[in-house]
DNA sequence: GCGTAACCGTGAATCGTTTCATCATTGTCG
DNA sequence: CGACAATGATGAAACGATTCACGGTTACGC
């Protein structure tokens, strides 16, 4: 069934060692035998074993890249902003989900681990410790993805949470807001955690203004539906004159909830708002949402990047940490009236 | 480095066959001796390796599905369908993208040949053919995905694309719109064709009723905004009272352009919408985006069936076509005022 | 014509696991 | 007590590619 580099040897009347060495070093070998080999290998139509390859190398050339969601967009765009970083080093990545259960995580590392492959790229769900831990003991190389460690001994690469979340607060309350609501959730997520408090740092600062924070269960479109019905509410109280949403995926659910009811409220009028990630149907919403832009595709080049440094680095020496600064995109549901 | 059965075997003071067995087939193994194996195991943390074992095996334990567009919900949702059918198979899914070229779906291909994957879960591009063929000869099963094929040597599961799009103008046809318009392209995706031959056929069928087409060169969400431009100029002369587009991205795209100039036309009064798939932003959008639904999770878990089917198989025996019928979602985009 | 170096090829060993024929041990029964 | 099963454990072969020390040719200069 399998054709195999011996059956090819045979047809081209050379050894086995000489196919391999027109597979890996064909300037080793005499044109015209490289020649004989190739047309061996056409005719059979032999396709090399990568499990017997690897078995060999000891180490296998496919990073894993593990995230909270495959559907959202913003992981998405690291997960291609690595494959093509990956590509340019001769490695292949594949993408896995944890949809935020340590529990998936912790299945797919151990999968990635009989695997032996070259490291991972991790996006951690809470209680990921235990797990990195073990990779590392057993000479998996692990860059965390998007949340940023004071930790020597893993590398990462992340986004200031906590000055974007300053970032998008000062933007209202520059803009006059005072009564500012917080969407997001579940608290354990650290980038929830990091974003509520640049938030809160950006409200204290300034007299007379306040933070509510909305508590959601995921940081997905149909929360933000769910709980817009209560930051609908607390602006027709006069509760609240602008909401910063923990990522864009609930901004535009709170948009939606504000915008779609018999008696709809204004933006930026009545209540500004702001998301985070910058995703596309950020830009593309009804009233176009202002959103702290994380760079994404670079996040995930780095963290390749990061990951190859790592190879070849001493057990004991200290790990980068790249922080990105986010930048904030205005757009018209935060430009004053 | 790298603990092998041979160090479990001898801390444990068996052979390498018992660890073996101990790992595969506990129940011939002696209770005691079980005990005393896991215990060596968990105390060099051995971890078995995935490519011996394959080498061994012949075939991996993992399907690959190649998908035209991670960022599609659509997509995703099929992967996720597939994998949990998978799972309880003993499979794993990976998951890789062709972004619609042909020359990625090649590469991936080829790499998961090398793997000798267990099979392989493939939304074709338009030219697929050739790769198709070489997989099946090679012995790797292929079930096509999301394309309705005549071929009665490749398994596929669709949704039946032309009832879609009869079924989609039908319903404006109904609600008593008669100048259409159909946003959909690049043509080469049979199911922009499929779909727009449905529409045809409706509005054959209706007196005075007429179909124009606006095309566009992907079905993302920036390309309906880029055509929603020209779609607002025909609405607003009286050349277009509905809009079907191809997908739901697509829609949502037109409806942002629809609406938010300085001057918007009114959804549905000036000019109805039906997009295509249901993803969540379509009932999210400002005005809930009426769309043909199809059996997402389903046709990832039927594929996967259809593919362990596929296992078994004569190489001469007639494949299986599986076709859903897919369902309309009315919104608020296509409510008669 | 000979020595030498450069160049090509060879083939056996190796990677870690599974399998299977075989051996050893224990227990059972007549 | 001996024959026979049943049960456990063994160890060598095999999977397919790569590597590397080594052997055979060729070409060249003297």
């Not at 340019?88 to 594949?94: F, M, R």
């Not at 940023?148 to 607060?169: E, F, I, L, Q």
């Not at 948009?255 to 204004?266: F, I, N, R, Y």
Request: negative net charge; glycine residues 8%.
């Amino acid at each position: 069934m399998a054709v195999s580099v011996r059956e090819v040897a045979q047809r081209a009347g050379v050894s086995v060692g000489t196919v391999s060495n027109v597979l890996n070093r064909p300037e080793q070998v005499k044109a015209a035998t490289v020649e004989r080999v190739r047309e061996a290998i056409a005719e059979l139509g032999y396709v090399p074993n990568a499990a017997a390859r690897q078995l060999r190398a000891g180490q296998s050339t496919t990073l894993a890249l593990v995230v909270l969601d495959v559907s959202n967009p913003f992981f998405t765009d690291v997960a291609r902003g690595a494959e093509a970083r990956a590509e340019e080093a001769g490695l292949t990545v594949t993408l896995a989900n944890s949809d935020e259960s340590s529990d998936r995580e912790r299945k797919h590392l151990e999968q990635f681990e009989t695997q032996r492959v070259a490291g991972v790229l991790l996006v951690p769900t809470a209680d990921a410790g235990d797990a990195v831990a073990r990779m590392r003991e057993h000479g998996i190389p692990v860059v965390l993805v998007d949340r940023g460690t004071p930790d020597a001994t893993v590398a990462s690469v992340a986004v200031d949470d906590v000055a974007g979340g300053r970032m998008a607060a000062a933007h209202l309350l520059e803009s006059g807001r005072r009564r500012l609501a917080f969407v997001g959730g579940p608290r354990g997520i650290h980038q929830v955690a990091d974003r509520f408090e640049g938030a809160a740092q950006a409200v204290e600062a300034v007299d007379g203004a306040s933070l509510t924070r909305v508590e959601t269960d995921a940081l997905t479109l149909e929360e933000g539906m769910r709980v817009g019905a209560a930051v609908l509410k607390m602006v027709r109280a006069g509760e609240v004159d602008a909401v910063f949403a923990a990522n864009d995926l609930l901004a535009i659910g709170v948009q939606q909830a504000l915008l779609s009811g018999a008696d709809p409220v204004a933006i930026p009028c009545d209540v500004a708002l702001v998301g985070y990630d910058d995703i596309s149907f950020a830009a593309a919403a009804v009233v176009p949402i202002s959103s702290v832009r994380q760079p994404r595709r670079q996040i995930g080049s780095t963290a390749v990047d990061l990951l190859l440094a790592e190879r070849d680095k001493a057990d004991g020496a200290a790990r980068e940490h790249v922080l990105f600064q986010p930048e904030l995109v205005v757009r018209a549901s935060t430009r004053t009236p």
